[in-house]
């Protein structure tokens, strides 16, 4: 169960970055560059908040190791 939600939360930041670098290309081809930064930076940080979990159990996983 666990490797099919890592799967679904890998295919959820994929979709999101097409989406993202789409809606950024429609945008800087109209003309509103500033619209598609915006656009760029706010999927770039939903980006790492849906990936800041797997971060934080990155380091969990190396302090065990390095604890005695």
Do not use: H, P
Request: without cysteine.
């Amino acid at each position: 169960r666990e490797k099919m939600d890592q799967m679904i939360e890998l295919l959820k930041i994929g979709g999101l970055s097409m989406a993202v670098m789409f809606m950024s290309m429609i945008l800087k081809q109209a003309g509103k560059d500033s619209y598609a930064n915006m656009v760029s930076l706010g999927g770039t940080a939903l980006i790492l908040i849906i990936i800041a979990n797997y971060i934080l159990q990155l380091f969990e996983v190396v302090e065990t190791m390095f604890m005695f």
